[in-house]
Nanobody
Framework: QVQLVESGGGLVQAGGSLRLSCTASGAIFQINAMGWYRQTPGKQRELVATISSSGSTNYADSVKGRFTISRDNAKNTVYLQMSSLKPEDTAVYYC????????????????WGKGTLVTVSA
């Protein structure tokens, strides 16, 4: 069993910054790409940023230049540094691991955290 737990969400004023963290736990040998997604009521979950195991990154156009994704493979942790936040960034942010290789040589696909709420006030 592999679990992802997010932290760092909260209330911030427009123009402010927040740093989200997501740590994976369980019988992990290796994690492939990790990423952050977000969702608002009535809308589909959308990609925010992803990072490969080697550090290659990808961002949604709406957050380029404002958000930075990074990871610490030794800690099985991915981060999302969010700056110049806007009210439209308000959402529940979910952490994702696209595939995990366990110490038992099993592949677990599409692991999701439970989400952390980010609220940006105008």
């Amino acid at each position: 069993q592999v679990q992802l737990v997010e932290s760092g969400g909260g209330l911030v004023q427009a123009g402010g910054s927040l740093r989200l963290s997501c740590t994976a736990s369980g019988a992990i040998f290796q994690i492939n790409a990790m990423g952050w997604y977000r969702q608002t009521p009535g809308k589909q979950r959308e990609l925010v940023a992803t990072i490969s195991s080697s550090g290659s990154t990808n961002y949604a156009d709406s957050v380029k230049g404002r958000f930075t994704i990074s990871r610490d493979n030794a800690k099985n942790t991915v981060y999302l540094q969010m700056s110049s936040l806007k009210p439209e960034d308000t959402a529940v942010y979910y952490c994702n691991a696209d595939s995990v290789l366990t110490i038992f040589q099993a592949h677990i696909m599409a692991v999701w955290g439970k989400g952390t709420l980010v609220t940006v006030s105008a």
